[in-house]
């Protein structure tokens, strides 16, 4: 059974079948979207369950089928009765409007429905204006009924690259205390889709505005007004640095745990007494504890943090490999390529974190390689007629060393 067939057996029965929400945001974007979600206006639990026997019934404050891969929710009206994004009053019926549904919506560009049938488009909120002009908008006060929204218009924004209407910002200041009663996995999963955006800066940007970026990212809140030496950093503080780095990570990986590990590869900076500024000595090491409490509150996957933890800990040294003598670099080298986030990894950290500068003076990554290759246990083990354990480990250290030697002379 095709959609539209579904679509004409509800049409049969008094009721009428609507592609909502962010499938027909995409579709006027020109945007791939991988989820559908249709709203369906007339019809009650039961008569629905009578049409569509195959449909898997779920979601337990308000009916949701699921068919075909999509998800089939009947109109409904929510009404706020607590705290928090989870404490609403449902309300489902044949009787609610499709108007109704759309307007207990977030913003305008997500309250937006196309008939599957006649493929008419219903936009009350003037959501497909908002689009044109890159503008996202509160649909109205309610908006201020659910805290998770503040995230999620910071997510879309970065998302989408659109900025954020003003009112629709005081009302994301207005529910500050209650973003403490949002769950971490529940601010996790907009942190992380807003990492995977083109330029992950506009999220924490629209969070800064909106003065709610010190709740679950205190620390890289610190980083505002956290100065640096203006020779190396005429960019500003370590906020301001830390933004152009992040977005420069999406130039060289999609991989969300390295572009965690430059978001945080500076955090010990927000640790920094004011009375040391514009230097912070010592950041690296600061930056691990506060890289694992980070990490800890905000729920990120462990492979996040452990790389995350290696970028704050090893940038620095990344950056002055031409100065290190060979022992230290290949123990640089050997600590690096066995840790998570590997040799490419913090090489990508570093390249963000110098700004894209030349690295002929720290590409270790290229240099460690071909080290780890030239050099290996294989190869050290027939040469010198050992045997795997601590006198091999010992000697291949000593070979690898000497090479780097011979390669700086």
């Known amino acids: 059974m095709e959609i539209k067939e579904i679509a004409k057996k509800i049409e049969e029965n008094g009721g009428r079948l609507y592609l909502v929400g962010g499938a027909v945001r995409d579709k006027?974007?020109?945007?791939?979207?991988?989820?559908?979600?249709?709203?369906?206006?007339?019809?009650?639990?039961?008569?629905?369950?009578?049409?569509?026997p195959m449909a898997k019934l779920d979601g337990k404050?308000?009916?949701?089928?699921?068919?075909?891969?999509?998800?089939?929710?009947?109109?409904?009206?929510?009404?706020?009765?607590?705290?928090?994004?989870?404490?609403?009053?449902?309300?489902?019926?044949?009787?609610?409007?499709?108007?109704?549904d759309l307007e207990?919506?977030?913003?305008?560009?997500?309250?937006?429905?196309?008939?599957?049938?006649?493929g008419e488009l219903f936009d009350y909120f003037k959501g497909k204006s908002d689009l044109k002009n890159k503008i996202i908008r509160a649909i109205g006060n309610h908006f201020k009924e659910d805290p998770l929204r503040v995230y999620r218009v910071a997510r879309f924004s970065s998302n989408l690259d659109f900025s954020v209407?003003?009112?629709?910002?005081?009302?994301?200041?207005?529910?500050?205390?209650?973003?403490?009663?949002?769950?971490?996995?529940?601010?996790?999963?907009?942190?992380?889709?807003?990492?995977?955006?083109?330029?992950?800066?506009?999220?924490?940007?629209?969070?800064?505005?909106?003065?709610?970026?010190?709740?679950h990212f205190m620390p890289i809140y610190?980083?505002?007004?956290?100065?640096?030496?203006?020779?190396?950093?005429?960019?500003?503080d370590a906020y301001n640095h830390t933004m152009i780095c992040l977005d420069k990570s999406c130039e060289y990986t999609t991989d969300l745990k390295i572009r965690f590990s430059v978001l945080v590869h500076d955090l010990g900076k927000g640790e920094t007494p004011k009375e040391e500024y514009p230097h912070h000595y010592g950041h690296e090491e600061r930056g691990v504890e506060v890289v694992k409490e980070f990490s800890r509150k905000l729920g990120v996957p462990n492979a996040w943090r452990k790389c995350g933890i290696v970028a704050a800990r090893e940038h620095m040294r990344g950056g002055i490999f031409d100065k290190m003598k060979p022992s230290k670099k290949v123990d640089f080298i050997e600590r690096v390529d066995k840790s998570y986030l590997g040799l490419e990894g913090?090489?990508?950290?570093?390249?963000?974190?110098?700004?894209?500068?030349?690295?002929?003076?720290?590409?270790?990554?290229?240099?460690?390689?071909?080290?780890?290759?030239?050099?290996?246990?294989?190869?050290?083990?027939?040469?010198?007629?050992?045997?795997?354990?601590?006198?091999?480990?010992?000697?291949?250290?000593?070979?690898?060393?000497?090479?780097?030697?011979n390669l700086t002379k």
């Not at 560009?109 to 008939?115: F, G, K, Q």
Request: proline letters at 2%; aromatic letters at 8%.
């Open 28 to 52: 006027l974007l020109g945007r791939e979207n991988y989820d559908e979600d249709y709203c369906v206006v007339g019809l009650n639990k039961l008569e629905f369950s009578k049409l569509f």
């Open 61 to 100: 404050a308000f009916p949701v089928f699921r068919m075909l891969g999509c998800e089939f929710a009947l109109a409904r009206k929510e009404k706020k009765v607590g705290v928090g994004h989870k404490e609403f009053e449902v309300v489902s019926g044949k009787e609610i409007t499709l108007k109704e």
């Open 104 to 118: 207990r919506r977030d913003i305008t560009i997500n309250a937006m429905a196309e008939d599957v049938l006649s």
């Open 165 to 215: 209407e003003e009112k629709t910002i005081n009302m994301m200041k207005s529910l500050k205390e209650e973003l403490k009663y949002l769950s971490k996995e529940r601010v996790f999963t907009e942190f992380e889709k807003a990492l995977a955006s083109k330029k992950p800066s506009i999220f924490f940007n629209v969070l800064r505005k909106a003065e709610v970026l010190d709740v």
């Open 222 to 236: 610190k980083l505002i007004g956290a100065l640096q030496p203006e020779k190396y950093h005429p960019e500003g």
């Open 346 to 405: 913090l090489q990508i950290v570093v390249d963000c974190d110098r700004g894209g500068r030349s690295k002929e003076d720290y590409n270790f990554c290229e240099i460690g390689k071909k080290c780890l290759t030239s050099v290996t246990a294989s190869k050290v083990a027939k040469k010198y007629s050992l045997k795997p354990g601590i006198a091999l480990g010992k000697k291949l250290h000593e070979e690898r060393v000497t090479w780097m030697k």
